[in-house]
Structures are given as C-alpha cells and as structure tokens.
C-alpha cells in the first residue's frame, strides 16, 4: 500500500531534519513525503531540503515535494495544499517538530490490511515525557480487542467524545485515502483544524459502514514547545473558539449543547482548578 505522508512547515527549522530523518529510518519507507511551508521566516525551507539530500539515499525510493506558499495562510491551508498532491492509498500528516517511531508506518500498513479498518488513531508519547495516549483502563468499555496494540472501534462516534480518547492529537490520524476526497481542512482556522477534520471523515466512514480502530502502541513522538498554542493557559474554556463546523447553526448549537462539551473533551479540553488547557491537534502556523 502507497503510503502518502504530509508535513506542514511553519517556523521549524530546529526541528524539521529529525522529522525527516525518523522518516527515512523507517523500516518501510512511505510512497511520498509532501512537505509544505507555510511562508516560513525561519529558513525552514531550506533546513528541509538539506535534510532531504542528507537522507537522499535512505529516501530513493520515495517521491519527494516540498511545496512553499506563497504566504502565511495557517495550518488548514497547508494541509490541504499538501492533501491535494497526495497520491497515496494511505494519508497521514506529521507535525514538522514530530517523529515516527521507525516500525511506525510499516505496522500502521499491517494492521489496517489484516483488520480492514479505513481509519487508525495511533498512541503517541511526548518529549518532554508529560503526555501519553492511550490510557487503556480508562478506555476498555469502548474497545473491542483484535490482537496485542490493536483495537477495533465498534462505536466509534461515541468513543470520539470521551474524555479520555484522542482523536487528532500530534496528528495521531492515517486513513485510506478514498475517504478524504470531498474532506479538507477549513482553511482560516488556527486551532481546533484538526479535531474538525478528522471528525468530519469519520462520520463518513461511519455513515458507509467503513471501520475504525486504535493502534495503542507509542507510534508517535510529539514534542511540547514552550511557545506552543497547545499548552497556553485559558481562564475560561467557554472562552475558547468552538472547532469550524461542529456547530453551524443556532438549532444546532442548541441541541449539542451538552455533547459540544464531551466534544471539547475528547478534543483535549481539560479543567483544573478553574483553569484550562488547551490541546491543539497540529503545530502552530
């Protein structure tokens, strides 16, 4: 299976070559990788491409691109600039400050043939090591067990709102390609893209009768920034922007009143002692 992997690019030039290099040390290389920047101001870029020719050999047998916006439009626009050159039947985007684990992509593969799931979210641990996903005890009413790491999603929609489920977290997302053809990121958005997104194409995964499921392994290494919109605090989350489409009229902004909340939360909304965090799916552009 071809696997097509998107970075998107905005001021990361410090990082932007061990994300590649955890690319080319996989032990199955991915089909193509599309790296977008952002108008980056940081020489990203140009760190990007060194990177690519350093792992030119490790990479000879994948399609490379690096696409340059021609000015800063956030991270929607880049993932979808970089979804509409995707020729892969697999898609999955990875932060530029992120790395795969190196059995990542060829697990990944496996499973969803073996298990014919048409969406995947993947564990992830962080760097500082302050975070990890899955917590499985929390979870084991909404999984249904398919071998060891593997789970199948039967209710999926419903797992999407638990608390303790993350869906679209560092990019912990892949799905078959045929599901993202009428699907794109909502452009101006600068939090929340990604908890959208992903949303949006499960529902229709859903809606035809396709499967989901949990690769609980740490597949992903995602990296907490200071500057990071994912880890400043809010002193309200009802201050905070609902994602772009969940509520698009007063009806239903009325009627999802009480899931727009687990939705929050299963989007890594969470509320201590009167203070909030915010968890944002992508890297800040």
């Keep these: 299976m071809r696997h097509s992997v998107i970075i998107p690019l905005y001021n990361k030039r410090a990082y932007i070559g061990e994300t590649i290099a955890s690319l080319a040390a996989q032990e199955k290389a991915p089909h193509e990788i599309i790296i977008v920047d952002d108008a980056s101001t940081d020489d990203g ?4 491409e060194q990177a690519l020719r350093h792992h030119a050999q490790d990479l ?5 691109v690096l696409l340059r ?3 800063n439009s956030g991270p929607g626009a880049a993932r979808n600039a970089g979804l509409a050159r995707a020729g892969g039947e697999l898609v999955s985007f990875l932060d530029a400050d992120d790395c795969y684990r190196p059995d ?8 969803m043939n073996e298990h014919r799931l048409d969406l995947a979210v993947l564990g992830y641990d962080s760097a500082p090591p302050e975070e990890r996903f899955p917590q499985l005890d929390a ?9 060891d790491e593997a789970f199948l999603l039967p209710r999926p929609l419903r797992t999407a709102g638990h608390p303790d489920f993350f869906m679209g977290r560092a990019s912990n997302v892949a799905a078959r390609r045929q599901w993202l053809l009428t699907q794109r990121y909502v452009a101006g958005a600068r939090l929340n893209e990604g ?11 859903v809606a035809h009768g396709g499967r989901a499921g949990l690769l609980s392994a740490p597949l992903i290494r995602f990296r907490i920034l200071a500057d990071s919109l994912s880890h400043r605090p809010c002193r309200d989350w009802r201050l905070l922007a609902t994602p772009p489409r969940c509520c698009a009229t007063r009806a239903a902004r009325t009627r999802t009143n009480c899931a727009w909340r687990a939705c929050w939360r299963s989007a890594g909304w969470t509320t201590r002692k009167k203070r909030c965090r915010t968890r944002r799916s992508g890297a800040p552009s």
């Design 45 to 48: 870029a140009e760190a990007a």
């Design 60 to 64: 000879s047998r994948t399609r490379s």
């Design 69 to 71: 916006l021609p000015r």
């Design 104 to 111: 990542c992509l060829r697990l990944l593969e496996q499973k």
């Design 139 to 147: 979870l084991r009413a909404e999984l249904e067990p398919l071998e």
């Design 195 to 205: 908890i959208d997104f992903w949303y949006r194409v499960l529902k229709e995964i």
